[in-house]
């Protein structure tokens, strides 16, 4: 298979890069997270980002939404949050007597739900219509969400006190989970430097609209998953449904949201099609967080990583990637 980039996926792998050249602006030396946001976005997913406070979480989430030039609303998750402060409640208007909907902030392009581990699971829960289907529903009535839309979700870990664990209904919603880590004590230092001053994000400007992201939604739709590949996302998948030390497996979405994945991946970096790679790239960050360990395993230091490592490197890669 040629390698050789198409003038429009060529195009379209310089404007992607503007959204990551915009983002960089702000974040310092975090490019993979960058490239892992836009995937999701791009396969139409939403995702979580799970790290410890103060590593840029918020701010990465700010920046991908200022770069799409999208509505940007955020939640700050708290014990005492209610499903309707997510979706919004009917209130009486005493001038026409009837009920009138009053939107809640899940009606933006954009949503970022920070610090969603704080909130009682009644109150997470509010979200998985919207994740999966793009709508809410209220007293009954049905109201669809913009297009595009992403929830980009922050948690902190789970020993911290004061939190919750998501529900794996939830947990299998979000199609990527991703970790930002700590800054190199060079990047610290350029941290430091571009913050001393004003906040770079105010600045930052939009690189891309709406309508352009919807449209790169459309073309990843287009982007060739072979016969090969999507048996090699299968034999990964069902490998994680078999391992005895796994009391869950990863679900039939699982399989569906890696594929697409792989496909936004692929267009991010000027192909037409996805190679055996993209999945390998992907397998973690997709799967991992679909996992359950059981209770005893758990106990011995295995850890859902660990499995699905030792899973990727058992399953034979396709040696022959055919465009179809």
Same mark, same amino acid.
């Given at each position: 298979?040629? /390698?050789?980039?198409?003038?429009?996926?060529?195009?379209?792998?310089?404007?992607?890069?503007?959204?990551?050249?915009?983002?960089?602006?702000?974040?310092?030396?975090?490019?993979?997270?960058?490239?892992?946001?836009?995937?999701?976005?791009?396969?139409?997913?939403?995702?979580?980002?799970?790290?410890?406070?103060?590593?840029?979480?918020?701010?990465?989430?700010?920046?991908?939404?200022?770069?799409?030039?999208?509505?940007?609303?955020?939640?700050?998750?708290?014990?005492?949050?209610? %499903?309707?402060? +997510?979706?919004?409640?009917?209130?009486? @208007? #005493? $001038?026409?007597?009837?009920?009138?909907?009053?939107?809640?902030?899940?009606?933006?392009?954009?949503?970022?739900?920070? /610090?969603?581990?704080?909130?009682?699971?009644?109150? $997470? *829960?509010?979200?998985?219509?919207?994740?999966? =289907?793009?709508?809410?529903?209220?007293?009954?009535?049905?109201?669809?969400?913009?297009?595009?839309?992403?929830?980009?979700?922050?948690?902190?870990?789970? /020993?911290?006190?004061?939190?919750? %664990?998501?529900?794996?209904?939830?947990?299998?919603?979000?199609?990527? !989970?991703?970790?930002?880590?700590?800054?190199?004590?060079?990047?610290?230092?350029?941290?430091?430097?571009?913050?001393?001053?004003?906040? %770079?994000?105010?600045?930052?400007?939009?690189?891309?609209?709406?309508?352009?992201?919807?449209?790169?939604?459309?073309?990843?739709?287009?982007?060739?998953?072979?016969?090969?590949?999507?048996?090699?996302?299968?034999?990964?998948?069902?490998?994680?449904?078999?391992?005895?030390?796994?009391?869950?497996?990863?679900?039939?979405?699982?399989?569906?949201?890696?594929? !697409?994945? *792989?496909? &936004?991946?692929?267009?991010?970096?000027?192909?037409?099609? +996805?190679? %055996?790679? @993209?999945? !390998?790239?992907?397998?973690?960050?997709?799967? *991992?967080?679909?996992?359950?360990?059981?209770?005893?395993?758990?106990? #011995?230091?295995?850890?859902?990583?660990?499995?699905? /490592? =030792?899973?990727?490197? &058992?399953? *034979?890669?396709?040696?022959?990637?055919?465009?179809?």
């Amino acid at each position: 298979m040629s /390698e050789q980039p198409t003038k429009e996926h060529q195009a379209i792998f310089e404007l992607c890069g503007k959204v990551t050249a915009n983002i960089s602006k702000v974040i310092v030396g975090k490019n993979d997270a960058s490239e892992m946001l836009l995937t999701s976005l791009l396969a139409g997913g939403h995702i979580l980002l799970d790290d410890v406070p103060g590593v840029g979480k918020t701010m990465l989430a700010r920046s991908l939404a200022r770069s799409v030039g999208g509505s940007f609303k955020r939640i700050q998750f708290t014990p005492d949050l209610l %499903p309707s402060d +997510v979706t919004g409640f009917n209130v009486y @208007d #005493r $001038q026409n007597g009837q009920f009138k909907f009053q939107p809640g902030p899940v009606m933006a392009n954009i949503l970022l739900a920070d /610090e969603i581990n704080r909130a009682i699971p009644r109150t $997470q *829960s509010s979200l998985l219509e919207s994740m999966q =289907e793009g709508q809410v529903t209220v007293d009954g009535s049905t109201f669809e969400l913009p297009s595009p839309f992403m929830v980009i979700a922050t948690q902190n870990p789970i /020993e911290l006190e004061g939190t919750f %664990p998501l529900p794996e209904a939830q947990m299998d919603r979000f199609l990527l !989970k991703l970790k930002i880590g700590y800054p190199t004590p060079e990047e610290e230092l350029s941290i430091l430097e571009l913050f001393q001053k004003d906040d %770079p994000i105010e600045g930052l400007k939009a690189v891309l609209t709406p309508e352009q992201v919807m449209e790169l939604q459309n073309i990843r739709q287009e982007i060739v998953v072979s016969a090969p590949v999507k048996e090699y996302i299968i034999n990964l998948v069902g490998a994680t449904r078999k391992a005895p030390v796994l009391r869950l497996g990863a679900s039939p979405r699982a399989s569906l949201h890696l594929m !697409k994945a *792989s496909q &936004a991946l692929a267009m991010l970096r000027g192909r037409s099609y +996805v190679l %055996p790679d @993209d999945i !390998k790239t992907l397998a973690l960050p997709v799967l *991992s967080h679909r996992l359950v360990v059981e209770v005893k395993e758990k106990a #011995r230091g295995v850890s859902a990583d660990s499995v699905l /490592e =030792e899973i990727i490197s &058992a399953t *034979s890669i396709p040696v022959s990637v055919d465009e179809e």
